[in-house]
């Protein structure tokens, strides 16, 4: 049995396969050697010249010399492959530095953030958030707080009057009277109150006809000067960092007797004294007290029977603290440069492990 | 209140320093806002002698003086006009200091030397509006001898401090610097002394009567005449006193009047005797529209809450806020009547209010002046007439009306204090400090009854008397505690708070910041963007800006683009949630409605080198209000209506927003004049009644099992005329499919070739849908040709 011929192919296909550089080529060469007219298969038209003793053995030798064909084609096709997938890959290589497609974020406005933090806090105690009127009665944002009209108190505070008995509210505490009022002296009141207030003020860096405050007011059955300063105290550390203290000073409102001011420990000197506490180690950023028994008496509730707490502060005073803003107008302009600054989260810093 | 460490002491003895006077007396409930120290700035300050004085050789204006300053006498060069020979006058020395940075050092002027500087009180840092007129134009000169060498600042009485009370509304009492001394007592025990009333009375009884016609008017009024009165300058110490009082000394009669409402707070008035006009005092209520000139030369109309001084005929005083114009007492008086009263604070505070003449005076009356210091208060102005006016104190007094000198009484009990407080004092300590007040406690078991003296008749009431035990003992022993609760509650935000604050979330994920505006507005934004035409009113705005509140959020939020714009930031989107109110009239509660506004203009999403971005058009506005829709599960029920209604918006690129089918809002582009206007490019604005939105209960989410079976689409397009809209196409079909069509999406609109010139080609995919079974191709051709059916019936041919 000749097995020369086969050999030959065997060699110039070998040959023929080192020059292959593409897939075309690649398939070409398929063809030539594996197709209907290709070299392999006309060996088997010479299968009719041979005996029968010698077919089986010669059949084997063909179908081999195909088999290596094959899989050497099928070899050089991965190759083939693999090098026009680097390729590809190559040429799709991207400058990952470059920016990517933006998507704009907004910012939240500091005073909303505040009231925020504020609030959540206050609901982690249970209490819950009243909203109430911006354009007020004389009543309710004067007279039911122990504010008669012949008060002098009311220089305290100048007011937008709209007529005689009608006002833009120059605090958030009208809401307290009308929920008192509402619970008609019965249940226990736990709520706090944020929302815009205006004063007759001319605008400048430290006042602003409109600003917001936010305030809280416990009514119950057994509630203590002393329930009101550890609740401070709370507030004061979760607000402001866990170091800080509380102090309270006698103060006057005419809805709170007793009534005090409450400082915390300055947040940025830790009390040591700088700018931000005018080198007090204090800064002022409440007014608070027990509910006066007259406010208590209008609402329906029996003093005797009932007491509570109320407090007050001003989130665009506590904004501008926490973050340094010099002038309080920039809270009322609505300048992009400042507001964007207001897009991050914010946390407790270092000092505060997270739970 | 201005209140001298120096004069202070005259009345308790005070150890402490001026600042931790103050930091106590702060601490104690009164804040001390600043303290003046007449001290800082100063060295070397002494009293010089002047032997002579001649005139400088070279130069017109300036004098030469030899001055003894106790070792040596020196040349001193001054300009001032009043430096006379063997006068004392204050030298600031070589190496000395004065305020404002002035260093004294050795000078030669005009080619004279000149050691030193004699001081006029303005260079020694008292305000020049506070210089009495005797030194205005000059140098201080001592009205009495003095040793040369001594230190100046103690004989000036500047050797001294001043706090600066900030007094909350109840703490009159505090109004004095017998009230400071009494607060200073109770915080660092001591005696306080009052002043001296001790005076000499001759000559005459009274003659000047007295009559109350109302007692609500005037309670009580006294009066005192003192004659033969020498007007001059009051004595130095009570000049200086009433400066750092903050007060301008006029001279000896005007002085000794302020100087006695200081002491005591007690605000007194001093008429001229001989142009009384009449031998009585008659005090009344004014008649309405009654006039009288007061001592500023002008006519005031009065008013029936007013209160009148009359000598029985006319009035010649505006009871505690001003005097009549011929009554008044002036260099040529010599007989005084001093008037020392109490008036309604009410009236007081009115009358001062409306003629906008608030003074020292006027602000203690209308507080409520302490009636046992009514009348020391008169006998120490008549002491003092006596002593530095060389006046002769007339016999007694005459008065009308009652005062009411004694003790009220606080009833209340350990146990409530304690409990207001959450603390635990034994009935002794509560006593023990109510007496550094000057408070006597009568103790009968647990309960204590509180005698209080009419200077603090702010304290009524049990809760008063827990205030003082708590601010004199100290909040610092005050300890923490949580409330116990009755029931436990628990905290959370409500339905309508929750979706407030997530929607807000999602606007600012979506890239718009937010804005809070002002509420006030002027009457031109009050009207735009709204079909109302009236707005409240301020009775009295601060400005043309600031008259009106607003009806609508949009004119702020164009505001703020307009500043951005104009300060380089070209993209700019905002939202905002506030309040508009809707007047009902002038005089109830407006409607307040909580609103979502937004603005929008520039570019969204920018990438330039990609060249992609979302332009700030309106279907990005619409886009935006979708997810907000969608956030809170009303996509169905939110139908955007073509509306050309607003004149500040583009007639063709606005919508009317509804809420099942109710008006709820606008989206739209600004009217392309309203942009020329405000000089900004295209703008887009919307604002939806956020009440509306939030009053929808979406309840839970209802869970659809997922389709087990495939769904199918068909992708039609239409011909239809340029203006028929892409939601009347959707209508028709949605009406027309009988079941399983679950979406309905346009796609695609085209004009331009092969479409006749005022046609358009929409392009609309059908998602049909059966939840059941396969929908086979025949059965989506059962329902989906009647769609095609009814296109056509509606005249909306099928393209290709």
């Given at each position: ?5 086969m050999?030959?192919?065997?060699d110039?296909?070998?040959?023929s ?24 298969t ?15 053995a ?18 050089k096709s991965a ?9 590809r ?10 920016p990517?497609r ?39 944002n ?5 504010l ?24 958030t ?7 008192l ?7 226990a009141?736990?709520i ?14 430290t ?5 917001t405050?936010i305030?809280g007011l ?10 009101l ?5 709370l507030?004061?550390?979760?607000i402001?960092?866990?170091e ?59 003093p ?9 502060m001003?989130?665009?005073?506590v904004a ?14 609505n ?10 989260t ?10 | ?6 004069w ?43 032997e002579?004085v001649?005139?400088h ?13 106790g ?19 204050i ?28 001081c006029s ?54 109004l ?12 660092y ?27 609500e ?6 009066l005192?005449?003192?004659k ?7 004595p ?8 750092k009082?903050?007060?301008r000394?006029?001279n000896n ?6 100087y ?5 707070g ?10 009384l ?50 009554s ?30 608030r ?16 009348l ?33 009484i ?16 034994e ?32 304290l ?5 008397i ?5 601010r004199?003992?100290g909040?610092d ?6 409330p ?29 910041s ?21 707005a ?34 070209k ?8 309040r508009?109110?809707i ?5 109830v509660q ?26 700030a ?7 935006i ?11 169905d ?16 690129r ?6 099942g ?9 600004l ?45 039609i ?6 203006n ?14 009988k ?7 346009v ?5 331009g070739e092969n479409?006749?010139?005022d046609k358009?080609?929409?392009?609309i ?20 040709q009647?769609?095609l ?7 909306f041919?099928?393209?290709?």
């Amino acid at each position: 049995m000749d097995t020369s011929q086969m050999t030959h192919i065997q060699d110039e296909f070998d040959v023929s396969l080192e020059t292959v550089e593409d897939a075309r080529s690649l398939q070409d060469l398929k063809v030539r050697y594996l197709g209907k007219k290709g070299r392999v298969t006309g060996l088997m038209k010479e299968m009719k010249n041979l005996s029968n003793e010698e077919r089986p053995a010669y059949g084997q030798k063909v179908n081999e010399l195909r088999r290596n064909i094959e899989a050497s084609i099928e070899e050089k096709s991965a190759e083939i492959e693999a090098a026009a997938l680097e390729e590809r890959l190559k040429n799709e290589t991207i400058d990952v530095t470059l920016p990517g497609r933006k998507f704009n974020i907004g910012s939240q406005h500091p005073i909303s953030r505040i009231i925020e933090d504020i609030e959540d806090f206050f609901i982690g105690l249970g209490y819950e958030i009243q909203e109430g009127y911006e354009v007020e009665t004389d009543y309710y944002n004067f007279e039911a707080l122990n504010l008669p009209k012949s008060h002098p108190a009311r220089d305290m505070q100048d007011t937008f009057y709209i007529s005689e008995e009608i006002l833009l509210r120059t605090h958030t505490s009208p809401v307290q009277a009308r929920v008192l009022e509402d619970r008609k002296g019965k249940e226990a009141v736990k709520i706090i109150c944020p929302g815009k207030v205006y004063r007759r003020d001319s605008d400048d860096a430290t006042h602003s006809h409109q600003f917001t405050q936010i305030e809280g007011l416990v009514v119950d059955k057994n509630i203590h000067m002393s329930d009101l300063k550890g609740t401070l105290e709370l507030f004061a550390k979760e607000i402001f960092g866990t170091e800080r203290e509380i102090r309270l000073r006698p103060s006057f409102f005419p809805f709170t007797e007793p009534s005090v001011e409450v400082d915390i420990s300055c947040f940025k000197c830790k009390g040591a004294g700088c700018n931000v506490c005018k080198q007090s180690g204090w800064i002022e950023i409440l007014g608070a007290g027990m509910v006066h028994p007259n406010v208590l008496r209008m609402a329906g509730y029996d003093p005797d029977e009932y007491s509570g707490f109320a407090f007050g502060m001003g989130p665009d005073r506590v904004a501008m603290l926490r973050y340094g803003i010099e002038d309080i107008r920039h809270l009322y302009t609505n300048d992009l440069r400042f507001i964007n600054q207001f897009k991050q989260t914010e946390d407790g810093g270092e000092n505060v492990e997270s739970i | 209140m201005k209140v001298s460490k120096e004069w202070l002491s005259e009345y308790i003895d005070v150890e402490a320093d001026v600042y931790e006077l103050s930091e106590r007396i702060t601490r104690g409930g009164i804040e001390v806002d600043d303290i003046i120290d007449y001290t800082s700035d100063i060295k070397n300050l002494v009293i010089g002698h002047v032997e002579e004085v001649r005139q400088h050789p070279d130069a017109d204006k300036l004098n030469l003086c030899r001055v003894n300053t106790g070792d040596e006498v020196k040349q001193i060069v001054c300009g001032a006009d009043n430096v006379a020979a063997d006068t004392y006058v204050i030298v600031c020395q070589v190496g000395g200091r004065l305020p404002g940075g002035i260093k004294i050092k050795k000078a030669k002027l005009r080619g004279e030397v000149s050691e030193g500087m004699i001081c006029s009180l303005d260079e020694i840092g008292i305000p020049t509006d506070y210089v009495p007129k005797e030194y205005q134009d000059g140098i201080f000169i001592f009205s009495e001898d003095q040793e040369a060498g001594a230190p100046a600042l103690p004989a000036v009485y500047l050797d001294d401090a001043v706090m600066e009370f900030d007094l909350t509304p109840n703490r009159k009492d505090a109004l004095s610097i017998i009230g400071a001394a009494y607060e200073t007592k109770a915080l660092y025990g001591g005696d306080v002394v009052h002043p001296s009333t001790d005076l000499t009375e001759t000559g005459d009884q009274v003659d000047v009567s007295v009559r109350n016609e109302d007692s609500e008017a005037v309670p009580y009024y006294a009066l005192r005449v003192v004659k033969d009165v020498e007007i001059k300058p009051a004595p130095t110490w009570m000049q200086i006193r009433l400066i750092k009082a903050g007060i301008r000394p006029i001279n000896n009669v005007v002085d000794i009047s302020n100087y006695v409402m200081l002491e005591y707070g007690q605000p007194l008035h001093m008429f001229d005797y001989d142009q009384l006009g009449s031998k009585e005092i008659v005090t009344r209520f004014a008649e309405e529209g009654e006039k009288m000139t007061t001592l500023d030369g002008k006519e005031r109309t009065l008013k029936g809450s007013d209160i009148v001084i009359t000598n029985g005929k006319e009035p010649v005083a505006l009871a505690g806020v001003m005097g009549g114009d011929f009554s008044e007492v002036t260099e040529e008086t010599t007989n005084v009547i001093i008037e020392s009263a109490v008036f309604n604070p009410v009236s007081i505070r009115k009358t001062s209010g409306r003629l906008d003449l608030r003074s020292e005076a006027s602000s203690r009356f209308e507080k409520g002046v302490s009636h046992e210091f009514v009348l020391p208060a008169l006998e120490r102005a008549a002491y003092l007439l006596e002593t530095y006016a060389g006046g002769k104190v007339q016999l007694g007094y005459n008065s009308d009306g009652a005062l009411d000198t004694s003790d009220s009484i606080i009833k209340t009990s350990r146990d409530f204090i304690n409990n207001r407080l959450g603390m635990h004092l034994e009935t002794s300590e509560i006593e023990e400090t109510l007496s550094k007040l000057g408070l006597e406690t009568v103790v009968s078991g647990d309960d204590l009854e509180i005698h209080v003296p009419s200077r603090r008749d702010d304290l009524q009431i049990p809760e008063d008397i827990t205030e003082e035990v708590a601010r004199i003992y100290g909040y610092d022993a005050l300890p923490s505690s949580l409330p116990k609760f009755e029931t436990i509650t628990p905290g959370r935000l409500t339905d309508e708070q929750e979706k407030h604050r997530i929607i807000r979330h999602q606007l600012e994920s979506l890239g718009l910041s937010q804005s809070i505006n002002y509420a006030l507005t002027s009457k031109e934004k009050a009207t735009q963007f709204t079909e109302r035409k009236e707005a409240l009113r301020l009775m009295m705005p601060m400005s043309e800006d600031r008259a009106v509140l607003r009806n609508s959020l949009v004119p702020h939020l164009v505001d703020n683009v307009v500043y951005n714009t104009s300060r380089q930031q070209k993209d700019v989107q905002l939202f905002e949630t506030g309040r508009i109110f809707i007047s009902k009239g002038q005089d109830v509660q407006p409607e307040e409605v909580e609103k979502l506004a937004g603005i929008l203009t520039g570019r969204m999403n920018n990438t330039d080198w990609l060249g992609s971005h979302v332009p700030a058009d309106f279907y990005a506005a619409k886009g935006i209000l979708d997810s907000v829709f969608e956030k809170l599960g009303l996509t169905d029920d939110i139908h955007y209506v073509p509306s050309e209604g607003y004149p500040e918006m583009h007639p063709g690129r606005t919508a009317d927003i509804t809420l099942g089918g109710e008006y709820i809002g606008f989206v739209g582009e600004l009217h392309p004049k309203y942009e020329r206007d405000h000089d900004l490019d295209q703008t887009i604005v919307f604002e939806v009644d956020l009440d509306a939105l939030l009053a929808v209960k979406s309840g839970t989410i209802e869970y659809e099992v997922l389709p087990k079976y495939p769904s199918v689409i068909r992708d039609i397009a239409l011909v239809a005329d340029r203006n028929v809209t892409a939601g009347t196409l959707v209508d028709i079909i949605e009406n027309a499919a009988k079941k399983h069509l679950i979406d309905v999406y346009v796609f695609d609109v085209y004009e331009g070739e092969n479409i006749e010139a005022d046609k358009k080609s929409v392009a609309i995919r059908l998602t049909y849908l059966n939840k059941e079974e396969t929908l086979t191709d025949e059965a989506v051709e059962e329902i989906h040709q009647p769609v095609l059916e009814a296109l056509k019936d509606e005249g909306f041919a099928l393209r290709g």
